[in-house]
């Protein structure tokens, strides 16, 4: 079974590192491999391809992708509520929304995220036709800390947040939550919907494997930071503390169960359809496959 990551190997996803660590996918008859990929847009498109079986992405992308009628379903929570922020430095010249207007936000450059900026912008009376936006792909923090963006959004506090804080570069995090957006899952594990019908036990097995991975994670945290600084080696900018300070950010947030709560997405789908961001309104049945949940 392949799994594309929502990023960068990291701390959100230490439950599938635990379990791959400590054999919990083999124990249940599975083998799995985790994966990067190239780009933070791509892990939907990866399992809608076929390219991967199970993915991880925001809960906004995949409700957009539904509204595209892209057969992807949700099993499982990752971390369930929002870590998105506005992020600048203290050292420049923003002291609100509205000191936003002509400067350059950075994206990674997930498809929903400009909509979602456009939102929050437009609670000051800005507009994204106020505003510079720029797709950086994993380039969030460096292009932050050069001076090629004024401001970061789409980011997360827990990560990018974190990592600035422990480099001492004084960011100013503005959790979405504080910016008039209600609150939805940040990450979800994703599988196409044939994937799901064709065979909801190896669905359910994997999901156990995951939950058993995150329950290890909480009750060891040394360990599990280990498996993160592990995972972390090849990207060139975790150090040792920012690393921590992600991992530290992370832990607590993380969802042990997997459940998903329908009466928030669907709250969700209509906030995102009032602010034009979808045209229709799918249902939470219709995004999220929770009676694959259970655990054996």
């Given at each position: 079974m392949l799994v594309t990551l929502d990023g960068r190997h990291g701390a959100e996803n230490v439950g599938l590192l635990m379990a791959e660590k400590r054999g919990y996918f083999e124990d249940v008859g599975l083998r799995v491999a985790t994966g990067s990929p190239v780009e933070p847009n791509r892990p939907l498109f990866y399992v809608n391809t076929k390219i991967d079986d199970i993915g991880i992405a925001?809960?906004?992308?995949?409700?957009?992708?539904?509204?595209?009628?892209?057969?992807?379903?949700?099993?499982?929570?990752?971390?369930?509520?929002?870590?998105?922020?506005?992020?600048?430095?203290?050292?420049?010249?923003?002291?609100?929304?509205?000191?936003?207007?002509?400067?350059?936000?950075?994206?990674?450059?997930?498809?929903?995220?400009?909509?979602?900026?456009?939102?929050?912008?437009?609670?000051?009376?800005?507009?994204?036709?106020?505003?510079?936006?720029?797709?950086?792909?994993?380039?969030?923090?460096?292009?932050?800390?050069?001076?090629?963006?004024?401001?970061?959004?789409?980011?997360?506090?827990?990560?990018?947040?974190?990592?600035?804080?422990?480099?001492?570069?004084?960011?100013?995090?503005?959790?979405?939550?504080?910016?008039?957006?209600?609150?939805?899952?940040?990450?979800?594990?994703?599988?196409?919907?044939?994937?799901?019908?064709?065979?909801?036990?190896?669905?359910?097995?994997?999901?156990?494997?995951?939950?058993?991975?995150?329950?290890?994670?909480?009750?060891?945290?040394?360990?599990?930071?280990?498996?993160?600084?592990e995972s972390n080696e090849d990207s060139p900018e975790a150090t040792p503390e920012t690393t921590r300070a992600q991992f530290e950010a992370t832990l607590p947030l993380l969802s042990e169960s997997g459940q998903m709560d329908s009466a928030q997405t669907d709250a969700f789908v209509k906030w995102m359809h009032a602010q034009g961001l979808v045209e229709s309104e799918p249902q939470a049945p219709e995004l999220l496959s929770e009676k694959f949940l259970e655990t054996p």
């Open positions: 925001q809960q906004p992308q995949l409700i957009a992708a539904k509204d595209r009628r892209v057969p992807v379903v949700a099993i499982g929570s990752v971390i369930s509520e929002p870590t998105a922020a506005l992020i600048w430095l203290e050292k420049s010249d923003i002291h609100s929304l509205e000191d936003l207007k002509g400067k350059t936000i950075a994206i990674p450059g997930v498809a929903f995220q400009e909509g979602l900026l456009g939102s929050v912008l437009a609670q000051a009376g800005l507009g994204l036709e106020d505003v510079k936006v720029k797709r950086v792909g994993y380039e969030m923090i460096p292009s932050l800390l050069t001076g090629q963006v004024d401001a970061l959004f789409g980011g997360t506090w827990n990560l990018e947040g974190a990592a600035l804080e422990a480099r001492g570069a004084k960011p100013v995090i503005k959790k979405v939550q504080t910016l008039g957006v209600p609150d939805y899952e940040e990450l979800v594990l994703i599988a196409r919907e044939d994937f799901v019908e064709e065979d909801p036990q190896l669905v359910r097995s994997f999901m156990s494997a995951v939950a058993r991975g995150t329950r290890a994670a909480l009750e060891d945290p040394e360990e599990a930071m280990q498996v993160v600084e």
